[in-house]
């Protein structure tokens, strides 16, 4: 039994390197469904406004609690509260940001007129400006 030959080992299949990001996609996949980013967020927000998400999310739970201590079905929908509250807040932004005075575009043609000398135009412009039609 001195002339034993070991049995030949099977080679760990090789590991590909990471490949555009994936791994890092994956790690942050993996945390998303573990909430830590709905655990840091729910940490950084005061208490008047975590109840302002708990009711939003139709949840009636302490405000003073952890996230962790909440059911999956709990934290989905203060997850959805949070998104939904963050839509609506991005929406008034683009809005205010995109906002115009109705009256500015019949400005801008009676400023066209008076550049172009076109006084009775002008004036005009500024009458449906002054009764407030736009």
């Keep these: 039994m001195t002339n034993v030959t ?5 080679q760990a299949p090789s590991v590909q390197p990471d490949r555009g990001g994936f791994g890092e996609l994956r790690a942050e ?33 302490d405000a003073t609690q952890q996230i962790s201590q909440l059911t999956k079905p709990e934290r989905a929908a203060v997850r959805a509260a949070i998104h939904r509250m ?13 906002r115009k005075h ?14 172009e000398g076109n006084t009775k135009a002008a004036l005009h412009w500024l009458s449906l400006i002054e009764k407030g039609v736009a």
């Design 6 to 10: 070991p049995l030949p080992a099977r």
């Design 29 to 61: 996949l993996h945390s998303r469904a573990a909430d830590q980013d709905l655990v840091e967020v729910w940490a950084e927000l005061p208490f008047a406004e975590r109840r302002l998400v708990l009711k939003s999310a139709g949840l009636s739970v």
């Design 86 to 98: 963050s839509d609506y807040a991005s929406g008034l932004k683009d809005q205010l940001r995109n």
């Design 102 to 115: 109705p009256s500015a575009e019949l400005a801008s043609h009676a400023r066209q007129a008076l550049a």
